[in-house]
C-alpha cells in the first residue's frame, strides 16, 4: 500500500485573489488542511464562529489573528501555532503581502 505523502511547501500554488485550501487528511472526525495566502484578510465584520476546534500552525509567511474575546491579537511568524477552541470567535487580521503565508490546521469535534 502506498502511503500518502507530499511536501507543505513545495509546490506552493501561484498567487491569486483567494486563498487555497487543499485537504491533505479526512479520517475519523479529523481534518488536516494546508492553506495558502497571499496577502488575503477576513471580510469586514466577519468572525470566524466554528463548530470544531482548532489547531493552527503557521510554516512560512506571517499572520496576524484577532480574537473577539478581548480584542486581542496574535502575531504569527513561522513556527508559531495557536490553538482556537470550539466558538471562540476569531478573524485574520493579516497576511504577508509580498510572500505566501502557508498555514497548517488540524480540526477535530469539539469536546
Known amino acids: 500500500m502506498d502511503a500518502?505523502?507530499?511536501?507543505?511547501?513545495?509546490?506552493?500554488?501561484p498567487a491569486g485573489p483567494d486563498e487555497v485550501l487543499d485537504t491533505l487528511l479526512a479520517r475519523g472526525g479529523v481534518r488536516v488542511e494546508r492553506i495558502?495566502?497571499?496577502?488575503?484578510?477576513?471580510?469586514?465584520?466577519?468572525?470566524y464562529d466554528q463548530t470544531e476546534d482548532e489547531?493552527?500552525?503557521?510554516?512560512?509567511?506571517?499572520?496576524?489573528?484577532r480574537f473577539e474575546d478581548g480584542d486581542r491579537t496574535v502575531d504569527l511568524v513561522p513556527g508559531s501555532w495557536v490553538d482556537i477552541p470550539a466558538h471562540c470567535r476569531h478573524r485574520v487580521e493579516a497576511t504577508a503581502a509580498d510572500e505566501a503565508t502557508v498555514w497548517l490546521t488540524v480540526f477535530w469535534p469539539a469536546a
Open 55 to 65: 489547531f493552527v500552525v503557521l510554516l512560512a509567511g506571517a499572520a496576524v489573528l
Open 36 to 47: 495558502v495566502s497571499f496577502g488575503q484578510s477576513s471580510p469586514d465584520g466577519f468572525w
Open 4 to 13: 500518502p505523502h507530499g511536501h507543505l511547501l513545495h509546490p506552493l500554488p
